[in-house]
């Protein structure tokens, strides 16, 4: 089945330094990558829809300068937290798509980012 | 905008009864409405789904159903076991070519032995 690997998955880090997050799809091709946060005991709020090759379309409230994506391949996407504080402390989760059918979302393991 | 509710936010059952949990959706156009399972820390299992051309789905003891009219589905469990306790998310996929799914807001079942 289709496998998405997501590192790392626990990071800590200080405020006002960066994160990068990875997101990589295994055994498929994803047009479409999606990243979701997810605070405890809450829902996941998806953040960011990205595309192979073109900039990403944010949801609204998200900071699109706080939170850098890149999906320079169709099976690579990264999330990069920028000047991290301690409110983007959270959960972390992509999900690909994969291209060889209209559905099918296959979600990372997910990053626990905790900024200190 | 894009919007799932999801009822109730937390439901206790004994075990061996039946569970239900309920969403709405805002966009009719929406055309994929999965439903995953999540343990804490871990990421979201898809335990079943259903596409819009479509009423009702049964995998063993869960099934689901969707009244696209109303904009409702819901996930029915039954013979609920204590391994069935999680949380539960349902999603409605919006923005066609690129079908991004929106959760609802998750509710916590404990089946309790």
């Known amino acids: 089945g289709a496998v998405v690997s997501q590192h790392p998955s626990r990071v800590i880090c200080k405020s006002g330094t960066s994160v990068k997050i990875e997101c990589r799809s295994l055994d498929f091709q994803a047009t479409t990558m999606f990243w979701y946060r997810q605070f405890p005991k809450q829902s996941l709020m998806l953040m960011a829809t990205?595309?192979?090759?073109?900039?990403?379309?944010?949801e609204q409230g998200v900071e699109k300068d706080k939170f850098l994506i890149n999906h320079a391949s169709l099976t690579l996407s990264t999330l990069t937290v920028t000047s991290a504080h301690p409110e983007d402390s959270s959960f972390y989760i992509c999900?690909?798509?994969?291209?060889?059918?209209?559905?099918?979302?296959?979600f990372g393991s997910g990053t626990r980012l905790t900024v200190v | 905008g894009e919007n799932v509710e999801q009822h109730p936010s937390t439901l206790s059952v004994q075990e061996g009864d039946s569970a239900v949990i309920k969403c709405t959706y805002s966009?009719?156009?929406?055309?994929?409405f999965p439903w995953y399972k999540q343990e804490l820390g871990k990421r979201p299992q898809l335990i079943i789904d259903i596409r819009s051309n479509v009423g009702e789905k049964k995998d063993q003891r869960i099934a689901v159903t969707l009244n696209k009219t109303a904009k409702h589905f819901s996930l029915h469990i039954t013979e609920t076991q204590p391994e069935d306790s999680a949380v539960y998310f349902c999603?409605?996929?919006?923005?066609?070519?690129?079908?991004?799914?929106?959760f609802g807001t998750g509710t916590l079942l404990a089946v309790q032995p």
């Open positions: 999603a409605a996929a919006y923005g066609g070519a690129t079908n991004k799914l929106i």
């Open positions: 966009d009719s156009a929406s055309n994929y």
């Open positions: 999900s690909a798509r994969d291209s060889r059918g209209p559905y099918g979302y296959t």
């Open positions: 990205s595309n192979e090759g073109s900039k990403a379309t944010y």
